[in-house]
């Protein structure tokens, strides 16, 4: 598979809008490879973690967020199951796990309904761990801000908004996927 091509097949016609994706997708496969690297014992795929991360916000493209360069119609909310069906069309159907699974810390069929998010409705959890690490490295960067990165307790403050469901999850991965080993 090839990542880049994939960003540039659907984003040509948008250069400011890929530059912005491109620049967010980098910083999370960075801290993926990052904690792939410190934790060996994990046996995490180093390959589908960048390939996945490059695109976990594919989707984007079809959203209406002005603020960030995006003038499709869609809420903003769609852009990972939109992403997904970008990806399972591409054939691609486990890197479009990551992109429908990866919004907040994960979302229940429950939080759809009872929010009344304009999703399919169903359980949004990343399940292997290398989802999980995509989630989680998310969480640090802003495509708002490239060019900041949150620290761990402002990246679950962020979560923690969306309820305690979340931001226990982000917790447990805080600890899994520790980065200062032996400190």
């Avoid at 991360?53 to 995006?70: E, N, S, V």
């Avoid at 691609?92 to 992109?99: Q, T």
């Avoid at 929010?115 to 990343?126: E, R, W």
């Avoid at 801000?145 to 469901?165: F, I, M, N």
């Amino acid at each position: 598979m090839d990542a880049i091509a994939l960003i540039d097949k659907y984003y040509a016609d948008s250069p400011r809008l890929r530059e912005l994706l491109w620049i967010h997708s980098r910083q999370v496969a960075d801290r993926c490879l990052k904690i792939a690297a410190l934790h060996p014992e994990l046996d995490l795929d180093k390959a589908f973690l960048e390939e996945a991360a490059l695109l976990h916000d594919i989707g984007i493209l079809h959203t209406h967020a002005p603020g960030i360069l995006c003038t499709g119609d869609a809420p903003y909310i769609c852009h990972g199951y939109l992403g997904a069906e970008m990806l399972r069309a591409e054939g691609f159907p486990l890197h479009a796990r990551v992109c429908e699974r990866h919004t907040g810390a994960g979302l229940s069929r429950e939080e759809v309904v009872a929010q009344g998010l304009p999703i399919p409705v169903q359980d949004y959890y990343p399940e292997t761990l290398e989802e999980q690490l995509i989630c989680y490295a998310d969480k640090f960067y802003s495509k708002s801000h490239p060019d900041r990165e949150k620290t761990p307790e402002q990246a679950l403050k962020s979560v923690s908004k969306y309820g305690e469901d979340g931001a226990r999850r982000f917790r447990c991965w805080m600890e899994l996927f520790t980065e200062n080993l032996g400190h």
